[in-house]
């Protein structure tokens, strides 16, 4: 596995060089961050790398909503009344400890995409905490090697990771290696000690057995200054969760934007320092002097220069002009970066920036571009990040009993079809992806505005309730704020009781003064004499 990586860690150190000056290289750690940053003379590919960050974690799991739901795969299940709180609930439980402060996701989270983006790939470890709730932790590539088997999935990972004596004796209490116990009895409570934590599927599982025998993967703790097995430990989901931005069908790591942009990169940087020196020579000319001497030229405006003229008022000294055009230089570094922005993405937020006029079916196309662009790395995250997550999430705090009691038709779906709880996202970059259906309205809308002046009644073909559901949910609107299908049947069988409720009312003047007319008629009968 080391062998594996080891043809991708060149790579990742150029990247680390160009765009994350401040991180640990991947042969020699702790290095002086002077050393580090020695040839950066453009920040704007560090710009872009944080912008990047931010436009994933908002588009793929924004803080300020849920950008998951839990199904039962069955739109009729999910609406009995019973299952629909439970999901609810649950819902809403995986928010909570997600988000809990003590959690560390949402840094974490953030650590990872910045991972994805600079390396292509990232690794979680999700563990319970004492006490109850869920610990993140963003591992840095540095200390995972990774193994996929025969289907493409990642089901071996391995970290080489140090731990001071402190920490070591934290972790792993009455095993800790003697030499680590010594250590501490030295007083060295900082000196740093190797592990390799392994983590693979169980070959020899027995479904039958009770305790670690009967789950899916195993983890070894070694330590590596004594070649010595500390502790093994199962796990009923895999608790490093690694993932990749992209990946070719042959590769075991992935690529991100900054692998993929590292030429274009290296270049910018260079021609920014190639500019700079220009406009510096530019601003600053070297001087030519003649070769008898003159006075100590001085460049210092109001300086008196002795001696720099020759007898017939000629000077003796003028400045090299190089004719240098920094104009050209930052015409291409300009390029460039525009070049470097689109490989992070950032095409998609400058077209909303610099066209703040356009329509609202032009900023829907926008959108539908912008995750049919991004589905790709989207769907993988999902795959490899988010869905590996959510179960060993659910797991956790099924396992710390906050789970609840199922409803019996929903225990009683899974127990007949098989399956379990399913996932659906919801974030906007995966509502973009969906816009397809929106954008098709609109665009139909527009399209027979002009027979509509002809005939009004082009309009009749299509549900309007419905069309505004459409359109609301690929623009984001929240769930709360439509009218469930029960509301707006009870609002329209209210409006049509109102309504003959009117009819009624309207009605009874008429047939009172019809009724008024008929005995007046009747009386004025029986009192005429000719009629009698």
């Not at 809403?92 to 402060?101: A, G, K």
């Not at 991972?115 to 690794?123: A, D, I, P, V």
């Not at 196309?365 to 869905?387: F, K, N």
């Not at 992806?433 to 027979?451: D, K, M, N, Q, Y």
Request: charged content about 25%; some cysteine; proline content about 5%.
């Amino acid at each position: 596995m080391e062998s594996i990586r080891l043809k991708y860690e060149d790579l990742w150190d150029r990247v680390c060089r160009a765009i994350s000056p401040t991180s640990d290289d991947f042969r020699t750690k702790d290095k002086a961050l002077g050393q580090q940053n020695q040839r950066q003379y453009d920040s704007f590919p560090m710009q872009a790398m944080d912008k990047f960050a931010a436009a994933i974690e908002g588009g793929l799991i924004p803080r300020t909503e849920m950008w998951t739901e839990l199904s039962t795969g069955d739109n009729d299940l999910d609406e009995d009344h019973d299952v629909k709180l439970y999901l609810e609930d649950k819902n809403q439980l995986l928010w909570d400890e997600r988000y809990s402060p003590r959690a560390n996701f949402s840094s974490s989270a953030h650590e990872k995409i910045l991972s994805l983006g600079s390396f292509g790939n990232g690794c979680f470890l999700v563990e319970a905490r004492k006490g109850g709730g869920i610990f993140y932790k963003s591992i840095h590539i540095s200390e995972i090697f990774i193994q996929k088997n025969r289907e493409g999935f990642i089901d071996k990972v391995h970290r080489k990771f140090c731990l001071s004596t402190h920490d070591a004796i934290e972790l792993f209490g009455p095993q800790t290696p003697e030499r680590i116990l010594k250590s501490k009895d030295a007083g060295r409570m900082s000196e740093k000690f190797e592990f390799l934590n392994c983590i693979m599927p169980q070959s020899d599982r027995d479904d039958m057995a009770i305790g670690m025998k009967s789950m899916p993967f195993v983890g070894h703790y070694v330590f590596l200054a004594d070649k010595l097995l500390i502790r093994t430990d199962g796990y009923y989901e895999m608790p490093y969760i690694p993932s990749r931005y992209l990946v070719n069908s042959d590769e075991v790591y992935g690529q991100g934007p900054a692998t993929k942009m590292l030429a274009d990169i290296s270049m910018l940087q260079e021609m920014r320092r190639t500019t700079i020196e220009a406009a510096n020579i530019s601003v600053d000319p070297p001087v030519l002097l003649h070769a008898d001497d003159i006075s100590d030229f001085d460049q210092m405006p109001g300086a008196h220069n002795y001696g720099a003229l020759d007898d017939q008022g000629r000077p003796m000294a003028m400045a090299w002009n190089t004719g240098v055009n920094v104009g050209l230089g930052l015409d291409m570094i300009s390029d460039v970066r525009r070049q470097i922005d689109d490989g992070f993405m950032g095409v998609y937020f400058r077209v909303l920036v610099e066209n703040p006029q356009m329509t609202a079916t032009q900023a829907m196309l926008i959108a539908q571009q912008q995750g049919q662009m991004t589905a790709p790395p989207i769907g993988r995250l999902q795959s490899e990040w988010l869905g590996p997550m959510i179960r060993r999430e659910s797991g956790i705090l099924y396992r710390q009993g906050k789970y609840g009691d199922m409803p019996d038709v929903l225990r009683q779906h899974f127990e007949s079809t098989g399956k379990s709880l399913q996932i659906k996202y919801t974030s906007p970059l995966t509502r973009a992806a969906r816009t397809g259906e929106a954008v098709g309205i609109l665009r139909t809308f527009e399209s027979l505005a002009p027979i509509a002046q002809i005939d009004p009644t082009v309009y009749d073909a299509f549900d309007a309730k419905e069309v505004a559901r459409i359109v609301a949910d690929a623009n984001g609107v929240p769930a709360r704020a439509l009218k469930s299908p029960e509301d707006m049947k009870a609002q329209q069988e209210a409006e049509e009781q109102q309504a003959a409720l009117g009819d009624v009312l309207t009605a009874a003047p008429i047939a009172a003064q019809t009724a008024k007319t008929l005995s007046e008629a009747q009386a004025m009968s029986r009192n005429n004499p000719v009629l009698n």
